[in-house]
């Protein structure tokens, strides 16, 4: 029984994550491929019945549930698009700073709308600045998510539209809902850890401890991910298990102090549940412990992988979104790493007894030795870290995020603190209500911090690797990923699961090798920054150029997206603003226009990317020359006595008349002058519109959408 639930359950969590992303004509042949191979399966192998029928029924249930969910849910809501209503709303916890001045980023629950009781969850950007739980009314204009890297997250939360404030803002008061009380709650409790650790190493306990990132320092945050262990600073399954103590649960008889036992661990699990903030990869989590602590209490065998597929039922019957938010993805991939990486060794340890026990002349397996217990204990622990963090790339690479190939030492050497700093972080924290014991308290916090500052610095080690800097190609990656799991899947089919690894590590240097050649001169131009004034960054040989422009706020983003990138050495900064301000960038070479003399300025930045630079008296423009195809981009009113030629404009807030492009690539929806692009194809993506560049040969522009010329 336990097979079948987990087949039912995955697949109904795999159906809601296609009819998600996919139209619904596209969502019914990927389902009828999938059940015509499951079905395949299930009559020509016995043994696979168990599991491929029962996966068929869940992949029927997941797209009916999905669809009927949709229709009575969300379409109602996203059809009160497009107008202007008076609102009473409830501002949520992730209020965050604006670009704006004085106003906010939050999500909104609205409770009224034009006298109508309503629970619609809204997305404001820019909100007059409130604070979590703050009731307040005011005129909105409701209008669709904009199409970003974010809209399908925010679905998972069950926010469909996005929300502009008008007028009329009024502050009603505080809610003193129970998840807004906790919110305030984590806060103050996060805020204790900062009495005797130094703010850095205090943000970054609260990140692990409670899931508060407030005070999270951007340097640790890429360090973390940089290391590829940013899993630490969100609370998962690995944090709950530690903190409440199910991982030491037992399964023997049912003892007199067993039912109290099991009852307290789940009343404490549901208060950091809801401490937390309860995130998709915390709620999975806790219902998997849950099922498992019940299941115990009434001596019933535990199974991780029905307890997984039980648990993303539960959460995909509350949400059909869910499944499309990257940590309700990152936490089941992990789990299902972690739990084939536990089958794997369980295989092995029982191989090496037969075989030690067969070498010795024993008639049944005994203890190993501890020399070689140790030796597969250490093999289990790598395999691990290496299935876990496989399991998870795809995840990854899909959403645009860094894969770091030093997360498996990052993982073994970092992982094991963890355990020590929680612990440690809740006796500080119980020990700082009690004033008479503010000594202890201190000692706790001192032990803390040399535990933090220990973890931090293997984490900044590992960051510092070679290897922590390798940029992956999406789509290449993902292709090699799939051709090993073809290939470990007939090994394992043909019972030559031990032959996989020596033939998996030649194939991996092959791929390393054709992919290293294939990225050979490729030039990736990105446009990086705010919308409508971003910055270009070319790439080539792991080395990089940018032509800045925009504010200081600009260079943040631009450090991000070299780190997840592969962090290439920046040879040179171009500063187009003719009144430069602030340059947060440090780069081997810094050209500012407004220092050169007016007129045309000719230089070599990459291998094969060439520059010319025309500094005027009100405007700059840089046409860079990629093996023949040219690219520009432009800061300031530029007006010149003949048209510039070019194969791309990277656009900002204005198109000038003076560039003639076969395309333009921006990144806001709406530019204003998008009536002025007549046959022009226009490039459209939220977060970073890229072009790739292979010289002499084809240019690919990833991740964007056209614009329909107004």
């Not at 001045?101 to 009781?117: E, F, H, Q, S, Y």
């Not at 203890?367 to 140790?374: D, S, Y």
């Not at 690219?631 to 510039?644: F, Q």
Request: proline share 5%; with cysteine.
């Amino acid at each position: 029984m336990t097979r079948k639930l987990a087949g039912f359950g995955l697949a109904f969590a795999l159906a809601e994550l296609a009819a998600a992303y996919l139209p619904p004509l596209a969502s019914l042949l990927t389902a009828a491929l999938f059940i015509s191979l499951f079905l395949f399966a299930a009559f020509t192998q016995r043994r696979a019945a168990r599991f491929a029928l029962p996966a068929v029924a869940g992949l029927l249930a997941g797209l009916v549930w999905s669809a009927a969910y949709q229709l009575a849910v969300v379409k109602p809501a996203q059809s009160l698009a497009g107008q202007t209503y008076a609102c009473t709303a409830i501002v949520q916890p992730d209020a965050e700073t604006s670009w704006q001045p004085g106003n906010v980023r939050a999500t909104l629950l609205i409770t009224r709308l034009d006298d109508r009781k309503t629970s619609l969850k809204v997305y404001c950007t820019d909100l007059p600045y409130s604070e979590a739980g703050d009731i307040i009314t005011g005129q909105f204009q409701l209008q669709p998510l904009r199409a970003d890297s974010y809209r399908m997250s925010r679905y998972a939360k069950g926010t469909w539209l996005g929300a502009s404030y008008q007028a009329d803002y009024i502050w009603q008061g505080t809610s003193d809902a129970l998840p807004y009380r906790l919110y305030h709650l984590r806060q103050a409790v996060a805020k204790r850890l900062t009495t005797y650790l130094p703010q850095n190493l205090a943000g970054v306990e609260a990140a692990m401890l409670l899931g508060e990132k407030s005070e999270l320092t951007d340097e640790w945050r890429d360090t973390f991910r940089t290391a590829g262990i940013a899993h630490l600073l969100a609370v998962s399954g690995l944090h709950v298990a530690l903190l409440c103590g199910l991982f030491a649960m037992g399964q023997g008889r049912r003892s007199r102090f067993s039912v109290p036992r099991v009852l307290l661990q789940i009343t404490v699990l549901l208060l950091y549940m809801g401490l937390t903030g309860l995130p998709f990869s915390v709620f999975r989590a806790g219902v998997m412990f849950l099922i498992m602590l019940v299941g115990g209490l009434l001596l019933q065998p535990s199974d991780s992988l029905t307890a997984l597929a039980l648990a993303a039922i539960i959460i995909g019957v509350q949400q059909p979104f869910a499944p499309c938010d990257i940590g309700f993805q990152l936490s089941v991939c992990g789990v299902l790493g972690v739990l084939a990486a536990s089958a794997l060794a369980k295989r092995q340890t029982q191989f090496v007894q037969v075989r030690y026990a067969a070498r010795h002349n024993q008639r049944r397996q005994t203890a190993l030795p501890l020399p070689l217990a140790i030796v597969l204990r250490a093999v289990d622990a790598v395999q691990t870290a290496v299935l876990a963090t496989l399991a998870t790339l795809p995840v990854l690479l899909l959403h645009g995020m860094a894969a770091s190939d030093a997360a498996v030492p990052a993982n073994l050497l970092v992982v094991w603190l963890l355990g020590p700093a929680l612990r440690l972080g809740i006796l500080a924290l119980v020990l700082s209500f009690v004033p008479v014991l503010d000594p202890l308290f201190h000692g706790a916090s001192l032990l803390l911090g040399i535990v933090l500052r220990l973890m931090t610095t293997l984490a900044a080690w590992c960051a510092a690797l070679p290897a922590a800097h390798i940029a992956l190609p999406v789509r290449y990656t993902l292709w090699v990923l799939a051709v090993f799991a073809v290939l470990a899947a007939l090994f394992w089919r043909t019972r030559q699961l031990r032959r996989f690894v020596p033939v998996g590590f030649v194939c991996a240097v092959a791929a390393v090798m054709l992919g290293g050649t294939m990225q050979r001169d490729v030039v990736r131009l990105a446009m990086v920054g705010t919308a409508g004034n971003g910055c270009v960054v070319a790439v080539q040989n792991n080395r990089a150029v940018v032509l800045y422009r925009g504010s200081a706020a600009n260079g943040r983003a631009v450090q991000q997206y070299l780190t997840q990138n592969g962090a290439p050495e920046l040879a040179a900064v171009i500063d187009l603003r003719t009144e430069p301000g602030e340059m947060p960038l440090q780069a081997a070479q810094l050209l500012t226009i407004a220092d050169l003399p007016q007129g045309l300025t000719h230089l070599q930045l990459l291998d094969t990317v060439e520059v010319d630079l025309l500094h005027t008296n009100a405007a700059a423009l840089a046409v860079l020359d990629v093996g023949g195809w040219h690219a520009a981009a432009s800061a300031g009113k530029l007006i010149l006595a003949e048209p510039v030629a070019v194969d791309l404009y990277c656009a900002g807030g204005s198109c000038p008349e003076a560039i003639q492009a076969k395309a333009i690539l921006c990144n806001q929806q709406t530019p204003k002058w998008l009536s002025k692009a007549g046959d022009t194809p226009v490039y459209y993506d939220a977060e970073t519109p890229t072009a790739v560049v292979r010289p002499g040969k084809s240019v690919v522009y990833e991740e964007v959408q056209p614009l329909a010329v107004q």
